[in-house]
């Protein structure tokens, strides 16, 4: 690599490969310190490249839940619950967050306060939807 700047993903993908190679080689070889002076130096400068782009890309903007539904099964993955858990958490049956899940049941203010309380959801997210 001539440059130290990687300016498109193209250029990106031919020093990830670089270091790909260069940590075979290493890997095979036993460890790091089987690689040559100059293969080291390459590595660094080429790995010091890479990280310099991948922090320049803007990340993927996460879409923000619309619905109660969409809060609820987020918050949900957030904290790696099932609906079981959630209903303890939340104090009320496994059939009533079914039903809430599903639209067939609306949001009254007691589970709203839960869902705030418990759960850390927006109490201005909870009144809009309401």
């Known amino acids: 690599m001539k440059t130290n700047k990687i300016f498109d993903r193209e250029e990106y993908n ?17 460890g790091s310190e089987n690689l040559s002076t100059q293969e080291l130096e390459t590595l ?19 879409k923000k839940p ?14 790696n619950l099932k609906q079981k858990q959630l209903a303890n958490i939340l104090e009320i049956s496994e ?17 709203a306060k839960k869902l705030h309380k418990k759960l850390n959801i927006d109490a201005d997210f909870l009144l809009e939807i309401a």
């Open 14 to 30: 031919k020093v990830m490969a670089e270091i790909e190679v260069l940590l075979k080689k290493s890997t095979q070889a036993g």
């Open 44 to 62: 660094k400068q080429l790995s010091l490249m890479a990280e310099q782009y991948e922090d320049s890309i803007p990340l993927m903007p996460i």
């Open 66 to 79: 619309a619905t109660l539904t969409e809060m609820i099964r987020f918050k949900m993955f957030e904290l």
């Open 95 to 111: 059939t009533r967050i079914s039903e809430l899940l599903n639209g067939k049941r609306k949001l009254n203010l007691l589970l």
